[in-house]
DNA sequence: CCGATCTTTGCAACCGGTTGCAAAAAGATT
DNA sequence: AATCTTTTTGCAACCGGTTGCAAAGATCGG
């Protein structure tokens, strides 16, 4: 059925090891046997087997994308960056969605069957025994998007979200804003531990009373909505930075079924710059992380990391910014 | 560094058959060598390779799914739903990005060098010879969210988008609306076409004027915006019927900046109900694609298709309905 | 206790490739 | 033309599993 290096070496009338050849560079053929190669190759429509391939080399070209939070719809501009980067450079993802997985041995032993070259985590809700799981199996992991901390196992992509939350904090105050509070998400995520910190030493190094702290059960719109209605029971607030920008849409749309109008009963600063921000429904003002680096660097690093596995550990923190749209009041000039 | 079958073998004191036995179902291993082996896997940390199992069996538990829209939120929920029901019976995705591709030839090759077991083709946009090579290429194929067509050589899941669209016809006619639009997608999609026709067709069945045609440029956000502004010049428009819920977002908030109340001014019906249509910023009335019915049909044709290559030719249509919100005026009572 | 029957086991070939090695062929040098 | 290099080639073993087959072991009835 399916056309073999056999039947091509057969109808070539040269050895499998010239066909086998042929489709290895760097391996020495003459240009003669070559295109009797290529000739029956093209006649039969062959193509190499990766995946016998792999058994003799090592190398199945398949890079394990482990992902965990597919209600975000940042996550489909980063499998969108991931999926076509990985496939430009000839390989491939194996997609791992981790929604309701607790047992971290579970994804190991489906990457290991799979034999993956190597595993990116894209993820900033994770728990670190996950990345950690995947790095004590022996594979080459990079966390992207995940929380850069002293001696940690596995090399790391992202920000620094500490200084983003400072970050924050400083536009609020920037915006003539007084009373603040802090709308994460979940309380247990790295990403929001790091960025509530930041953003309230900041507060208090400014002097600036923090109004309120609510923590949003998922990185989601539903959850966002409903921090947001616990949030409203204090009337003392003009200004919330929120720790992801779809739970700011639900924060937003809550104030509004409130009848509050923005910003000019209160401002909102969302994270992460996703495309749905600049939508005129919500025109949102947020923080801008730089996701196509991000990724573009975790593959350089994942890439560079299956052929030396050795590598120095390295963690990579890219810059973020502000990104003023129509959510807060103008600045004073 | 791996541990392989082989080491497993040794340790427990048995064949090389014996262990690979005790991993294969229906295998006849007896009670007591199982436990050895078992024993002597856990002491190793031994999980069977698919990779090499798959060149035995010509089974790699890996089914393509290809995409070609990664610009629309509810593909993120396709998405979700075909990863987690693929890992749910032993299969994972291997995920093929078309965007920018227009040569079926490359992805043929990818997928057969994976030695893919089936592959789902996730799409509503995407030209037919894409499924059609995948199809010759003799790999059992189907074609979610496709066209049903006498005679197509590959299985469809998928919706009577004809009948959807007068659906959508009768639906703005029982409103009350008498200059109604239309507002598809791109002009070439099959999905878009047969929307279009049944919804004109209906329209002129019951005498009511179509006021517009209107095609966006893809199935996103953007695009939805620049149709409705070219659509806007039309003031003669009462009711918009939109091919998709993105674009109809899209589309209201240029009929919003334009100063339109929605829906006062001008009403809206999208398609698909995905899950932002019902945030309350937009609070979309729309024809609701039962999409995991369709995802779970889909894999469930193509695990029976796999094992059954010369299954009968099918095609497997789900009842859409209709999602009152709030971007039609009321009902008359 | 023996032979018939059923279950379990190991051997060896195979799946579709790669690769070290030595022999063969081609090219260079004198 | 003979010798030395360099390039190309095929052989055979290997990657990590599966499986048909025949031999070995267990079970059972008489």
Known sequence: MVVTLKDVAERAGVSRSA???TYTDGASVSDKTRKKVEKA???????PSLIA?????????????VANNFQNPIFLEVFDLYTRALQERGLRPLLVNLTNETNPENSVQMLRQYNVDGVIVATSTLQPRFSHAFKNANMPVVHAFGRFEQ?????????????????????????????IAFLGGPQMATSTQDRASGFLTQLKASDVDVADVVYATAYNYDAGK??????????QVDAIFCGDDLICMGAMDAARSNGLSIPDDIGFLGFNDMNMSAWSAYNLSTIRQPTPDIILSSIELIVSLVSDPTRAMETRIFPCSVVERGTLKPLKP
Chains 1, 2 share one sequence.
């Open 53 to 65: 391939r792999s058994l003799a080399t090592n190398r199945t070209k398949l890079i394990g994308l």
């Open 151 to 179: 001696g940690s196992p596995v090399h790391v992509v992202g920000i620094d979200n500490v200084g983003c939350g400072r970050m924050a904090a400083d536009t609020l105050i920037r915006h003539g804003y007084k009373k």
């Open 41 to 47: 190759s093209r006649e039969l429509g062959y193509s």
């Open 19 to 21: 066909v086998s050849r």
């Open 226 to 235: 409903e921090a947001m209605l616990e949030l409203l029971g204090n009337r």
